[in-house]
């Protein structure tokens, strides 16, 4: 566990040495709240913004987290930034009338390249990782997007010393570097961390009548698991033994067209 923490916060104390305006997207589920904490304890936190997608689409109990952990790690609003699509929503786009790859890229994609253009970020920090889905697997610790926050991934190249940031070059006409500190971390490693340091996630991660969730999307298109895991050291357990993915709770969306995450991707989603 030490080795990957150590790895992560090497590569976010890189991102900090190169970025003019560092900003980490955050959704406020357990990967972004591993994220948040991994900041404070090391004082990245208060010199950091906050972006938030909004879909409008999100779980109440996850918009309550997202107030909860706003207050605990004392965010204000001036490093606060809130994205919508505001111009979809109010034309009543929703899951019933659109397909959920417009849907995704209305309410996700354009908000999030909307929102690194207007804010000048020039590293954005994520807490996508390897594990979770097969075109994330091809990312790097820092990842090269274009002006438009399009991924190519032939862009970009091998890291032969990816913690010292060495394949980091200016970038031109507005492009960005995503950069994910927990590229290698698996859902396990996650947990453990969760349950080392106490922190409290969302309460949809833990058991309720016998179903729990793993992974927090839009609630129309996510979908519990059977589990009757209601704490950390019961989930990592769990885990230990299963042999499902993690995002088989948001097949509506990952398989919603051919290749829909990679296609989604390259367009500049997450």
Not at 17 to 31: E, V, Y
Not at 129 to 138: L, M, V
Not at 139 to 156: A, C, K, L, M, Q
Not at 198 to 207: A, E, I, N, R, T
């Amino acid at each position: 566990m030490k080795d990957i923490e150590k790895i992560a916060f090497d590569v976010i104390t890189e991102a900090y040495r190169k970025a003019s305006n560092l900003t980490l997207l955050c959704s406020f589920g357990k990967d972004s709240q591993v994220l948040l904490h991994m900041l404070k304890m090391h004082d990245f936190l208060k010199r950091t913004k906050i972006l938030y997608i909004d879909s409008t689409f999100e779980f109440k109990e996850l918009y309550e987290h997202k107030d909860f952990l706003l207050k605990k790690y004392d965010i204000s609003y001036r490093n606060f930034i809130v994205a919508k699509n505001k111009e979809s929503i109010a034309d009543g786009l929703n899951y019933d009338n659109t397909s959920i790859f417009e849907l995704t890229e209305k309410l996700k994609t354009i908000p999030l390249n909307q929102s690194i253009n207007q804010h000048n970020i020039d590293f954005l920090i994520t807490g996508i990782r390897r594990d979770e889905e097969g075109s994330r697997a091809k990312e790097r610790y820092f990842s090269v997007r274009d002006e438009n926050g399009r991924y190519n991934p032939i862009d970009n190249k091998p890291e032969f010393f990816p913690i010292l940031g060495k394949n980091l070059y200016p970038l031109k006409n507005g492009g960005h570097y995503r950069v994910n500190p927990l590229l290698d971390w698996t859902e396990y490693d996650i947990w453990e961390y969760i349950n080392e340091y106490g922190l409290k996630v969302c309460p949809l991660y833990f058991s309720k009548n016998g179903k729990r969730y793993r992974s927090l999307g839009d609630a129309p298109v996510t979908t519990p698991i059977e589990s009757n895991a209601c704490t950390p050291e019961e989930i990592i357990l769990e885990l230990a033994a299963t042999k499902t993915p993690e995002r088989a709770s948001r097949a509506l969306q990952d398989n919603a067209t051919p290749y829909c995450m990679e296609k989604l991707r390259q367009n500049g989603f997450c």
